[in-house]
């Protein structure tokens, strides 16, 4: 076996243009208006890349390097309709999945698909360590060591993301709790585990043995599990960014194996994706990368202001009450959170503010970054509801707005509204940016019953307020009844 | 390619990444994540190759295999992805003006 040959230019040159349309494809959602070309911008580069490799890689009986287009060897249809059909199984499973699944289990089903590419990953890198001839990387079955380090690389970060997204996943289904589960010297384990990782893929440079190589993909498999279970659901946003960048590297790591520029360009473009939303998230949240991945936030501290908070006095409001207000206002605010997509409350608020807006009242949303499990959570459940998105704002759009606002009207969402974050030095979440709702003439604020606290395990001043009013009920419940009311 | 040139490629495609990022709007963070994890399935490309050379080469029958595998995983993501960003912008609309 000798070192194959690059492919040809036409090849290289059809990789470079899928890459391009992957960028343009990122470009496109910088507006809801060119979004919806971007996306099929980004399915003509998949599908230029997918044929390319076929046509080139045309799998053909009896000829021993793939890398050659054109030479002896008759086409193998076996193995072409074996990848069609896996190809077929794989649209099939995916289409379905888009097509049934709720927005609200939106994150999860994230989860879950990257969890799929890391694990795509694993195996293109053991296919390229047992078949290293097929990618043009052995030379007479010696892989070169730069192949090996980028071919650990793409296993180690593949099976990170895989497991990791594995337990992310199984947290924001429900099937596994969302509480922090802390293990005894988790950190001294979790360093000896890396540490073990980037020996071990030091070493395969110096030694192609088979053991290493499956060692350190075991050992990966094993940290990705270790460094999500730590983690509050609260936190998954942030898990659910960083999982996403890891996937893009991955990709990456075996563009660099495979010298294709279709995969370098998009492992750069989707690792940095991931990398800047966990910063917004972080940003949002005021905490560091480290402190959240470290994980253990929202465990612990959850007693600790719960039996004063009983004792003080508060207003608790009906949804007759709310409607009235509401409808003698100039402008409502809308804050939602994560509870309202827990309660599926996202129609019923639609219907309200398009009752409201029949009364002459300006009716806004405004959505904290860190509101839902996800980035963009909350934007997308409303877009699904039919609430335009020039009525959805930003936090640093809107803040100033709730002083010359009539109410405010927060739904499913907690610490994002704490005043606490800017008064009180000694609570968890002070410094965080928050939504300055108790500027607003009224608070109408709904819960499910006082006893509860947010993620952050802190009790919300806001509650005590006199210009708050509590209204204790479902959060879809209390809307379709204060729809009712303004009938 | 050479390894310099390719990294050339990937640290570009970084700083190229990092500003068509920043630009997108926060209302669509989360198709964003959808398409970029639609984008990152072209590791397909890696699996396409080893399940296509696999048939002939030695070691190569288990690598077909894991390769043919991986097509299914990435065919999954690619096409479920897509439909599901696809699904998602179409439901982001602007006011109706009078």
């Known amino acids: 076996m000798h070192h194959a040959a690059a492919p040809p230019a036409w090849v290289m040159l059809a990789y470079l243009v899928a890459g391009v349309c992957f960028i343009l494809a990122l470009r496109g959602l910088s507006s809801p208006a060119s979004s919806r070309r971007g996306n099929r911008l980004g399915i003509a580069g998949m599908t230029l890349a997918v044929v390319t490799t076929l046509i080139h890689y045309a799998p053909r009986a009896g000829q021993h390097d793939a890398t050659v287009f054109g030479a002896a060897g008759n086409f193998d249809f076996t193995t072409m309709a074996q990848i069609a059909g896996a190809i077929v199984l794989g649209a099939v499973i995916g289409l379905a999945t888009a097509r049934r699944i709720a927005m609200t289990a939106m994150p999860q089903l994230v989860a879950a698909f990257h969890s799929l590419v890391g694990l795509a990953a694993v195996l293109v890198a053991a296919a390229a360590f047992l078949n ?131 995969m370098i360009i998009t492992g750069a473009l989707v690792g940095s994706s991931g990398a800047i939303l966990s910063y917004i998230m972080c940003r949002a949240m005021n905490r560091s990368f480290i402190s959240v991945i ?178 204790l009920a479902d959060a879809k419940k209390m809307v379709e009844e204060i729809v009712k009311n303004m009938g | 390619m050479d390894f310099i040139s390719i990294l050339s490629i990937f640290v570009l495609a970084c700083f190229v990444g990092y500003f068509v990022v920043w630009s997108v709007t926060p209302a669509l963070h989360t198709p964003l994540m959808a398409v970029t994890n639609a984008i990152s399935s072209v590791i397909i490309v890696g699996a396409l190759i080893a399940a296509a050379a696999g048939s002939v080469t030695a070691g190569g029958s288990t690598a077909k295999w894991l390769g043919l595998l991986a097509v299914v995983l990435a065919s999954v993501n690619i096409f479920g992805g897509f439909a599901v960003t696809a699904r998602m912008l179409a439901m982001y609309k602007k006011k109706e003006r009078p």
């Open chain 1, 132 to 262: 290293p001839e097929a990618f043009g990387i052995s030379d007479n079955g010696v892989i070169s060591p730069v192949s090996r380090v980028e071919m650990g690389l793409g296993a180690a970060i593949g099976a990170i993301t895989f497991s990791g997204s594995v337990i992310a996943f199984l947290k924001l289904n429900g099937n596994m709790s969302g509480k922090p589960i802390m293990l005894p010297m988790r950190h001294v384990i979790n360093f000896g585990t890396l540490a073990a990782i980037v020996g071990l893929t030091a070493w395969f440079t110096q030694d192609q043995s088979p053991w290493i190589f499956w060692t350190l993909t075991a050992l990966a498999f094993l940290i990705g599990f270790l460094l999500i279970i730590p983690i509050g659901g609260a936190d998954m946003p942030v898990v659910v960014s960083m999982l996403n960048s890891y996937s893009g590297w991955a990709a990456a790591a075996m563009g660099f194996t495979l010298q294709n520029s279709a």
């Open chain 1, 294 to 471: 470290a994980g253990g936030f929202g465990g612990d501290s959850a007693a600790a202001g719960g039996g004063e908070a009983i004792d003080r006095p508060w207003k608790r409001g009906s949804a007759e009450d709310a409607a009235f207000l509401m409808k003698q206002a100039e402008q409502v605010i809308i804050v939602p959170g994560y509870g309202m997509a827990v309660a599926q409350a996202q129609h019923a608020l639609r219907e309200m503010g398009d009752l409201l807006k029949a009364e002459g009242v300006t009716v806004k949303y405004a959505i904290h970054p860190v509101a839902g499990r996800m980035p963009g959570h909350m934007n997308v459940l409303l877009a699904e509801a039919n609430v335009p998105y020039d009525e959805v704002f930003e936090l640093e759009d809107i803040n100033s707005e709730f002083a010359r606002t009539d109410v405010a009207f927060v739904i499913g969402a907690n610490d994002v509204t704490n005043p606490a974050a800017k008064t009180d030095k000694a609570s968890p979440i002070y410094g965080m940016p928050i939504l300055d709702v108790e500027k607003a003439k009224t608070v109408l604020f709904i819960k499910r019953s006082m006893g509860g606290v947010g993620y952050a395990g802190v009790d919300n001043e806001l509650f005590y307020r006199d210009n708050t009013m509590m209204l």
